[in-house]
């Protein structure tokens, strides 16, 4: 839907937005939804990484724990 | 009497009564005032510390168009935009789009992003126009988008990729640096934050610049919460990603290199905070305060300090340091030999450094030297100077065979005559009636406690908030 851009700006308004302003904040809200995206599916691959480590690194503590018991 | 800068917005301004601070709040702004109030959004905003609290008073009004008056919390200092170092500015950017990101979820958005409604409050930022906001449309763009990137992502980005004073701009462009201009000093620099938000948002507003002379009306894809959120979102996190790069001043490590001995230094320390709690300043400005060793002592006796000084590095540490230890505290850059002018319409926009508070007391710690032999200014017109803008003066005397004024003097031939103990005396002590001197053992310089005899009324001295 493409609709004319006073209809878009409420009357309230006291700043002059700028139709440079206006338009462009169409291109990047698009890539920012994609880059929104990005930074999510990057968050939550570190997360699990991070907690594999963490698991990892408990589990060797766990078992040197173990080990100078056995001592 | 109306603050001379807050006229743009028709929504309210701001006003003195008997050097009280109110916002008178105009009719057409009630449903905005009244959601923001109920809503939820000021107590969260207050309560996470970034918006000015205010309360509501009973007050005459004889203008039809008024609707109530507000009282706003009075902020200690006012400063502007050129004179944060560059984690203030940073931390005012991050404050202003927290607020409006904020705001979506009580169903409204920040009409306005000018650097000018951010105050600090020691080395917290805050909003201080209550009269910002307005409610979110779906489809909309945010208004305030094109300031936001004059006012905050230009200065930001120029100072980290280009120059650390390129903020100076700020003070020639009060709507913020244009983003051509902007543009052409970038270059290349800033990555994908100055591709998009200033270098194609120069281009395309030079592009529609003419755009109001054409018959036809623009068609625009209005814009989905989700993107217009992404918007805000994709913002924040270019702004925490600008860094600044690690460079030394000239200033930089002045206590390493300076020439005091522990002993002199504990000393200079000891007759301060005598003095300072012997005159009780309530507001101290410390210029020259480098890292703010001594601003401290003055604040830990209940002061509330300004600490200015010229190196934006100097000013920089002072201010990370002042955030993480909360002490009372604002550092700001400031050259003394060329101070904040007033600036804007008829210059009575934004206030000139000296109007804008009467401090009780200046410090000026290590400092003459540099204003007499490096900027050739005579004592006579130095002390003229400082006997009207404030009450108390404690100033260091730095003789001429001190090590950091052969310093100055190595590179250039030694026209200063006058200077020495005595024609600082006789210079100061016409302005000012002497207190007290104490020598700094364990260094040649002395410290003097004055007491000027040209005060100003302090009435004539208003905060000028917006």
Redesign the interface.
């Known amino acids: 839907m493409i609709i004319h851009l006073d209809l878009l700006l409420s009357p309230r308004n006291y700043l002059d937005p700028g139709t440079g302003s206006m338009l462009l904040q169409v291109i990047i809200a698009a890539l920012a939804v994609i880059g929104g995206y990005l930074f999510m599916i990057r968050d939550r691959v570190k997360k699990i990484f991070t907690k594999k480590r963490t698991d990892e690194t408990d589990a060797d503590k766990t078992g040197q724990e173990e080990k100078y018991e056995e001592k | 009497m109306r603050d001379s800068g807050s006229f ?4 309210g301004f701001i006003f003195f009564d008997n050097n009280i601070l109110y916002r008178q709040i105009n009719l ?1 702004y009630q449903k ?1 005032y009244d959601h923001l109030m109920k809503s939820g959004l000021y107590e969260a905003l207050v309560h996470d510390g970034i918006f000015i609290s205010h309360k509501e008073v009973s007050y005459p009004l004889n203008d039809p168009e008024a609707w109530c008056v507000i009282q706003p919390q009075r902020i200690p200092m006012i400063s502007y935009p050129y004179e944060w170092s560059f984690g203030a500015y940073k931390d005012a950017a991050l404050a202003t789009l927290k607020i409006h990101r904020k705001a979506i979820d009580y169903g409204m958005i920040l ?2 992003a000018s650097a000018y409604n951010i105050q600090f409050v020691q080395c917290s930022p805050k909003l201080i126009d209550t009269l910002s906001f ?2 979110y ?1 779906e ?9 936001f ?1 004059r006012h905050f992502l230009a200065p930001l980005l120029l100072m980290a990729n280009v120059d650390i004073r390129l903020s100076q701009l700020m003070r020639i462009y009060i709507d913020g640096i244009p983003l051509d201009l902007a543009s052409k000093l970038l270059k290349r620099k800033g990555g994908f934050t100055a591709l ?2 200033i270098h ?2 120069a ?7 003419d ?1 109001g002379k054409k018959q036809e ?8 919460k ?3 959120i ?2 805000i ?2 913002l924040i ?1 270019a702004v925490e990603g600008i860094r600044l790069k690690n460079i030394q001043t000239e200033w930089g490590d002045y206590y390493s290199e300076t020439n005091y001995s522990q002993e002199a230094s504990k000393r200079k320390e000891e007759i301060l905070a005598n003095w300072i709690k012997k005159i009780e300043p309530q507001t101290v400005w410390d210029f020259g305060a480098n890292d703010g060793r001594y601003s401290r002592i003055a604040a830990d006796n209940g002061a509330h300090v300004t600490a200015f000084d010229i190196d934006p590095i100097a000013v920089e540490r002072n201010y990370q340091q002042g955030k993480k230890t909360k002490t009372d505290i604002l550092p700001l850059v400031l050259d003394l030999t060329n101070p904040s002018p007033a600036i804007g319409f008829a210059n009575q926009e934004r206030s000139s450094i000296e109007h804008r508070l009467q401090p009780d007391c200046i410090m000026a710690l290590a400092l003459i030297h540099h204003l007499a032999i490096s900027n050739n200014l005579p004592f006579s017109m130095i002390s003229e100077w400082l006997s009207q803008i404030c009450k108390y003066l404690i100033i260091e005397f730095v003789p001429k065979d001190d090590s950091q004024v052969q310093t100055l003097l190595r590179t250039r031939k030694d026209i200063f005559d006058q200077y020495t103990l005595e024609g600082f005396k006789a210079a100061f002590e016409k302005d000012f009636s002497l207190i007290a001197a104490e020598p700094i053992t364990g260094s040649d310089r002395i410290l003097f406690l004055y007491h000027s005899k040209k005060l100003k009324d302090a009435e004539n001295f208003q905060l000028n908030q917006q």
Do not use: M, N, T
Request: glycine share 8%; hydrophobic share 25%.
């Open positions: 743009r917005d028709p929504s057409p905005q009409k306005d307005d409610f449309e489809g909309q763009p945010w208004v305030a988008y094109g300031q990137c998009q938000h194609w948002h281009k395309l507003s030079e592009k529609h610049a755009d009306i623009k068609r625009i894809q209005p814009i989905k989700s993107g217009f992404a918007i979102d994709g996190r």
